[in-house]
């Protein structure tokens, strides 16, 4: 006897759902994430931390968001991922403003910090998902090892550790911190 096939979510069903922890919306079909844990989520609010302090003396508006926003990748089956850091600039969002549900616009910047149960093929393919949507650069926080991987359009993907300092001149105009930064405290 055949069964019958899965009905496929659009995003906009997946907005009006809630969920008992994370998950992503992956060709129309919603995949739980394992909780984090704790230092992924130190790492996160230190990397929203420095981004917003840096919001306060930037020349042009950005919108800093974590771990709560979903990113529209395709559709038709629909794909949506929950980056955990993100950056946009806020004259290229309709209205100036975040959306309730989810952001339809690549962000400027995605960040994806390592948690214990992930995968670099995981990873991999969410930031090759970011950058074919258009963000301009992806940074994964590696908890493990106390790296920072950065990934920027049409260029070789480069590793910076403890001691080191991240810059994103081109996408966040005056942006610096040192790796350690990240960090602290975890």
Request: charged content about 25%; hydrophobic content about 40%.
């Amino acid at each position: 006897m055949a069964t019958a096939p899965t009905k496929l979510i659009t995003v906009d069903e997946f907005e009006q759902m809630s969920f008992e922890g994370p998950c992503d919306l992956v060709d129309g079909e919603i995949v739980e994430q394992p909780m984090p844990g704790g230092i992924h989520g130190g790492v996160c609010v230190n990397i929203a931390f420095l981004l917003k302090l840096w919001v306060r003396d930037a020349a042009e508006e950005f919108w800093i968001g974590s771990n709560d926003v979903y990113i529209l990748i395709e559709t038709d089956p629909d794909r949506v991922r929950g980056a955990d850091v993100m950056a946009i600039r806020k004259s290229r969002i309709e209205g100036g403003r975040l959306p309730l549900g989810t952001l339809r616009v690549p962000p400027d910047l995605c960040v994806e910090v390592t948690s214990p149960t992930d995968r670099w093929t995981g990873i991999h393919e969410k930031v090759a998902e970011y950058i074919r949507i258009g963000v301009k650069e992806v940074w994964v926080a590696d908890v493990s090892e106390r790296q920072v991987h950065v990934y920027r359009e049409n260029r070789a993907p480069f590793i910076l550790t403890i001691g080191d300092e991240l810059r994103s001149d081109e996408v966040l105009p005056g942006f610096t911190c040192p790796v350690e930064e990240i960090f602290a405290g975890v």
